[in-house]
């Protein structure tokens, strides 16, 4: 933090120096072309280009615009540009021209450093206000407890699923609910934040979201049946390992269904997980700790809905 700030004040000092130079060679400038052209008012053009200097680069550079501006009059207000004589009409010329340089930089400067405050303000308040919808959107995206996505981050996600290739597994942790009545809601919590820990550890932490209460969806893009079943196993031996732990006498077991296909339309997703939902019912009959995958098959899907088990959730 301390570096940046000496960074920041680096930045600025060298902003200011290159300001006082800048506008100090743009007054000389004019100056200079105002002298050979040997302009009746040369006043107009040096005001012009001392508030434009001021204006971009602020007091400091307006004061040493000021002083350009200042000992040019002096040098053409003078008799036998002496800088010392002055006739008594100069002297009163001199002598406003020299209020109204010092004015104009004050008020033009003071206008500057306002205007530099307040957009360093707005900079600041936007930069908080991202970050704040940034960690609103991940709060209102990420479920508190597990630290995985959740539904409303599905929803968001659905339409990106279209025309993909993908593995829409459903997991369920098996009697869950009598594990919550017999340890307790604590042990329930921590369980279900390990859960989502080990679905995290065996795929990409995007393609998994708590989908229930006790009920986890994986939608794996892209990703090979080898790589896919490669993640099933590490699946398996995350959920070993936590058996292994202070869990062994809680009974800690699940059932997983998946299936394979293409989203080729906006009704396909939802299908697919319905059918992960008829393959995870089949892992469970088959004994705890199974995961029980097929292909997607719209033939099989309609008869599903026929038998009146359309009826999805998203």
């Known amino acids: 933090m301390e570096e940046r700030q000496m960074r920041l004040k680096l930045k600025r000092k060298q902003r200011l120096v290159w300001g006082m130079f800048s506008s100090a060679a743009v007054m000389l400038i004019v100056a200079a072309i105002v002298y050979v052209l040997k302009l009746p008012t040369p006043e107009i053009l040096l005001m012009t280009a001392l508030v434009t200097s001021t204006a971009i680069y602020g007091l400091s550079a307006g004061v040493t615009g000021g002083i350009v501006f200042i000992g040019y009059i002096m040098f053409a207000y ?11 009409e100069e002297i ?25 405050s307040t957009l360093d303000r707005l900079t600041r308040a936007n930069q908080i206000l991202e970050m704040d919808n940034s960690l609103l959107k991940e709060a209102a995206e990420t479920d508190s ?7 409303f981050a599905f929803r968001r996600d659905y339409e990106s ?22 340890f307790g ?46 993640s099933v196993r590490e699946l ?7 058996r292994n732990t202070d869990l062994a006498a809680v009974g800690l077991n699940y059932s997983a269904g998946y ?56």
């Open 78 to 88: 003078s008799t036998d540009h002496s800088f010392i004589h002055y006739k008594d």
């Open 92 to 116: 009163l010329r001199l002598v406003v021209t020299v209020a109204a340089v010092m004015f104009t930089v004050f008020v033009i400067g003071k206008l500057k450093s306002l205007y530099s």
């Open 145 to 151: 407890l597990t630290g995985v996505m959740n539904r």
């Open 161 to 182: 699923y279209e025309h993909c290739d993908v593995h829409v597994m459903r997991l369920d942790l098996d009697d869950f609910k009598n594990i919550n009545e017999k």
């Open 185 to 230: 809601r604590s042990v329930g919590d921590f369980i279900l934040k390990n859960a989502g820990a080990v679905l995290e550890g065996a795929f990409e932490k995007h393609a998994c979201y708590r989908y229930g209460a006790d009920e986890f969806l994986v939608v794996a893009v892209n990703m090979s049946g080898e790589s896919f079943m490669k």
């Open 236 to 242: 398996s031996k995350g959920f070993d390992e936590l």
């Open 259 to 314: 299936v394979h296909g293409v989203v080729e339309n906006h009704d396909d997703l939802r299908l697919m997980l319905r059918a992960a939902e008829e393959n995870l019912n089949r892992a469970r009959k088959t004994g705890k700790n199974k995961v029980v995958g097929s292909e997607y098959s719209r033939t099989i899907i309609k008869k599903l809905r026929k038998q009146g088990n359309g009826a999805m959730r998203k």
